[in-house]
């Protein structure tokens, strides 16, 4: 499994916390910026992500800013991404089982970093559940331009 994983100034020191988390995991990943604290444009690393993860590139991705918002807005512009906002383990192991999403964003103003790398375990852990959930998420993919 390889994942994608970006963030802007907001969420770069959660996104470090993350990583480590990752490593510790041996989970491959690519880090496509932000890389520090300086203010940046959370719709760049939130395409950036989206367009590893759509390609195929990528298995799935994680995309975090101060409130999850703009950065899951921006990764679900992109053709085939279900990009969820999510705040608590439950909420990441559901999106996987019912939504296939994935990308999890998160806000670092939101979570802190226990429970951020508890719903990256969650959600990377979790398999979708398909059956009547695959009839709702192709009619999520059908509304894509």
């Known amino acids: 499994m390889k994942i994608a994983i970006g963030c802007d100034h907001g969420g770069y020191l959660l996104k470090q916390d993350i990583l480590i988390w990752l490593e510790e995991h041996d989970i491959d990943f690519e880090d496509v910026g932000c890389y520090n604290t300086d203010s ?13 993860v759509s390609s195929g590139e990528c298995d799935k991705g994680i995309v975090i800013c101060t409130t999850g918002i703009g950065i899951s807005i921006a990764a679900n512009k992109v053709k085939g991404i279900r990009c969820a906002l999510c705040s608590d383990s ?50 999520l993919d059908s509304i894509q331009p």
């Open 40 to 52: 940046v444009d959370y719709p760049i690393y939130g395409e950036k992500v989206a367009r590893l």
């Open 90 to 139: 439950l909420s990441a192991e559901m999106t996987r089982r019912h939504n296939d999403a994935n990308i999890i964003a998160m806000g670092a103003g939101i979570v802190g970093p226990n429970l951020a790398r508890r719903m990256v375990e969650v959600f990377l852990n979790t398999e979708f559940e398909g059956g009547r959930h695959a009839r709702r998420v192709a009619l």
